[in-house]
């Protein structure tokens, strides 16, 4: 049975947090333990393609002992299953805690891809399966076999019909509706701004953004967040609150520094749930 608006608006949502894989050491572990201390339910890291987050993320497990840990993603066209297997043998992460996500990268057949690697994960690690999705097919795959759905630059609208499909996709497959993550960027100040301005021309010029931005209606600055000082997040956070079961908060760090997120993380923390 489809859920509509109304019931997805009783979904209480947490809040987590997304520290680039190439934040320097110190700020991972600093920024790790301050979502653990402030009650976050995950501690995030980017999987650039041919790049490694599997050690970033291994630095916040160390600094920490019961956030969940998400990596978001892992490009399967560039990380076969055996070999994502192999580095979370070497890295020693912990299963219990782990968010294990996984995009498809580039090549032909996208969704076949990656049903394909979700089912040879499944015999592999015994950790929760994100899948990132940005168009109706992947967020229907997400639904039918994924325990988790990371959605990336999109408006709280289109993440309430993304969730839809995802439910819906769910339960017509007849398994339980996987949770549903968002990505949420945030740059403050100037530096920030033109950070999060070349941001949004990398996601211009990447196909499965534009088209997934066509759809939508909308452009990358109308997803990338750039505010002036962190008292302005909460207003920009509240139409997020009910819609999907975690905002990650991702700040754009200019300087490497936690000092840059901790007023933001702050700032976000009486928005959603706990």
Same mark, same amino acid.
């Given at each position: 049975m489809s859920r509509g608006p109304a019931a997805l608006a009783m979904c209480m949502t947490d809040l987590g947090l997304m520290v680039r894989r190439d934040a320097p050491e110190a700020t991972?572990?600093?920024?790790?333990?301050?979502?653990?201390?402030?009650?976050?339910?995950?501690?995030?890291?980017?999987?650039?393609?041919?790049?490694?987050?599997?050690?970033?993320?291994a630095w916040a497990a160390e600094a920490t002992a019961r956030i969940q840990l998400g990596l978001g993603v892992v490009p399967v066209s560039a990380n076969g299953p055996d070999a994502i297997?192999?580095?979370?043998?070497?890295t020693g992460l912990p299963l219990d805690r782990l968010r294990l996500g996984v995009g498809s990268g580039s090549g032909p057949r996208p969704v076949a891809r990656v049903e394909a690697a979700l089912a040879a994960l499944r015999g592999l690690v015994p950790c929760e399966l994100v899948l990132a999705a940005l168009g109706p097919r992947m967020c229907a795959l997400g639904g039918r076999a994924a325990d988790g759905v990371l959605l990336n630059a999109l408006t709280p609208d289109?993440?309430?019909?993304?969730?839809?499909?995802?439910?819906?996709?769910a339960a017509t497959a007849g398994r339980p509706a996987p949770k !549903?993550?968002?990505? =949420?960027?945030?740059? /403050?100040?100037?530096?920030?701004? @033109?950070?999060?301005?070349?941001?949004?021309?990398f996601y211009a010029q990447l196909p499965t953004y534009a088209a997934h931005f066509e759809r939508m209606g909308a452009a990358p600055a109308d997803v990338l967040l750039t505010i002036n000082e962190a008292a302005e997040l909460p207003a920009?956070?509240?139409?997020?609150?009910?819609? !999907?079961?975690?905002? =990650?908060?991702?700040? /754009?760090l200019v300087h490497g520094e @936690?000092?840059?997120?901790?007023?933001?993380?702050e700032a976000a923390r009486g928005v959603f749930t706990p």
């Amino acid at each position: 049975m489809s859920r509509g608006p109304a019931a997805l608006a009783m979904c209480m949502t947490d809040l987590g947090l997304m520290v680039r894989r190439d934040a320097p050491e110190a700020t991972m572990r600093q920024l790790a333990r301050a979502a653990e201390a402030h009650g976050l339910s995950c501690v995030w890291t980017n999987h650039p393609p041919n790049q490694d987050a599997f050690g970033p993320l291994a630095w916040a497990a160390e600094a920490t002992a019961r956030i969940q840990l998400g990596l978001g993603v892992v490009p399967v066209s560039a990380n076969g299953p055996d070999a994502i297997r192999r580095r979370l043998d070497e890295t020693g992460l912990p299963l219990d805690r782990l968010r294990l996500g996984v995009g498809s990268g580039s090549g032909p057949r996208p969704v076949a891809r990656v049903e394909a690697a979700l089912a040879a994960l499944r015999g592999l690690v015994p950790c929760e399966l994100v899948l990132a999705a940005l168009g109706p097919r992947m967020c229907a795959l997400g639904g039918r076999a994924a325990d988790g759905v990371l959605l990336n630059a999109l408006t709280p609208d289109y993440a309430r019909a993304s969730v839809e499909q995802i439910r819906q996709a769910a339960a017509t497959a007849g398994r339980p509706a996987p949770k !549903v993550y968002a990505l =949420v960027s945030v740059a /403050v100040g100037e530096a920030g701004a @033109a950070l999060q301005q070349r941001a949004a021309a990398f996601y211009a010029q990447l196909p499965t953004y534009a088209a997934h931005f066509e759809r939508m209606g909308a452009a990358p600055a109308d997803v990338l967040l750039t505010i002036n000082e962190a008292a302005e997040l909460p207003a920009h956070l509240a139409p997020w609150s009910g819609v !999907v079961d975690e905002v =990650v908060l991702g700040p /754009v760090l200019v300087h490497g520094e @936690a000092d840059e997120a901790l007023p933001l993380l702050e700032a976000a923390r009486g928005v959603f749930t706990p």
